[in-house]
């Protein structure tokens, strides 16, 4: 257990519609990092939020988009669903300082299907 | 931008086999190298990773190798046993850079 928790695990939405996915870090890290992992592919690398600021992005669309709350929990939000947005969603959490790299820990996903 | 190939796609062992998964990097500048497993339904865990001024880690069964100067790295998996079996994925991260670029993944299947 990495102590990132995300909800919720599955949805289905149809196109068009607007989907909104949350995440709860790990204790004391102060970084969420979000990424979408089609099937049989590896996860790729949406956006990244530090200090309730997006801290660099991915090559996704505008339509792609987040936040990040006082207590480093986050939210993922989708519009205007495509098919292509199918795919698990991941977030994950690290502590963050300065130049030193922390090691990201993953929640379990949200699957969205987009029909 | 950083590029991540990773080799083989799948590789079936015996249990008590060693397993060997190779990955190659694009950006000379990448200094972090993480490689995580994945269950089926569930996220990817991180089991080891190696940072770019280390030439070698070990854990128990699992060691990773970096080779700077070819730009590769390696995933070694020791005495294999059948809950190893997973997907693989290695990743790398640019300096300066907040994001994993990770590659491809590898289904592992050890068989009792």
């Known amino acids: 257990e990495t102590g990132v928790t995300q909800s919720p695990t599955h949805l289905i939405k149809t196109r068009g519609q607007q989907v909104t996915l949350r995440c709860s870090s790990q204790?004391?890290?102060?970084?969420v990092s979000w990424y979408q992992q089609a099937l049989g592919q590896g996860p790729q690398f949406i956006f990244q939020y530090y200090r309730e600021e997006e801290n660099g992005r991915g090559n996704f669309p505008p339509r792609f988009s987040g936040l990040q709350f006082p207590n480093y929990s986050s939210e993922l939000n989708v519009n205007a669903l495509e098919l292509d947005d199918s795919a698990l969603y991941l977030c994950a959490s690290s502590l963050e300082q300065g130049a030193l790299t922390g090691e990201l820990f993953f929640g379990e996903g949200s699957r969205l299907t987009v029909l | 931008g950083e590029n991540v190939e990773q080799h083989p796609s799948t590789l079936s062992v015996q249990e008590g086999d060693s397993a060997v998964i190779k990955c190659t990097y694009s950006?000379?500048?990448?200094?972090?190298f993480p490689w995580y497993k994945q269950e089926l339904g569930k996220g990817p865990q991180l089991i080891i990773d190696i940072r770019s001024n280390v030439g070698e880690k070990k854990d128990q069964r699992i060691a990773v190798t970096l080779n700077k100067t070819a730009k590769h790295f390696s995933l070694h998996i020791t005495e294999t046993q059948p809950e190893d079996s997973a997907v693989y994925f290695c990743?790398?991260?640019?300096?300066?850079?907040?994001?994993?670029?990770f590659g491809t993944g590898t289904r592992l299947l050890v068989s009792p």
């Open positions: 204790s004391g890290h102060n970084t």
């Open positions: 950006d000379s500048a990448s200094n972090y």
């Open positions: 990743a790398a991260r640019p300096t300066g850079f907040q994001k994993l670029v």
